[in-house]
């Protein structure tokens, strides 16, 4: 085995375990910032990063912005009445 070739599978390796860490950090993103930002469907969000993440790629960024989606509270919720 030539000295090109150890160099060749180790940059094969280094790019395959970078592409899998990137995966994995964009899987796991919506959910980390819902959970941050304590939205109510925390763990909803997280599924829906990793299923679209999986299954196309096409709609992981609604899956990011739900994540940043605030819930507006019913009066009732803040402890005033309605009018």
């Not at 899987?27 to 299954?55: E, K, N």
């Not at 992981?60 to 605030?70: G, Q, R």
Request: no cysteine.
């Amino acid at each position: 085995m030539a000295v090109i070739d150890v160099f060749a599978i180790i940059v094969l390796v280094v790019a395959v375990l970078s592409a899998v860490a990137v995966f994995v950090i964009m899987g796991m993103a919506p959910g980390h910032v819902a959970r941050r930002r304590g939205h109510p469907w925390a763990q909803a969000v997280s599924v829906a990063g990793w299923v679209t993440l999986i299954f196309g790629l096409v709609l992981w960024p609604l899956a990011f912005i739900w994540a940043y989606v605030d819930v507006p509270a019913f009066p009732r919720d803040r402890g005033e009445t309605r009018p």
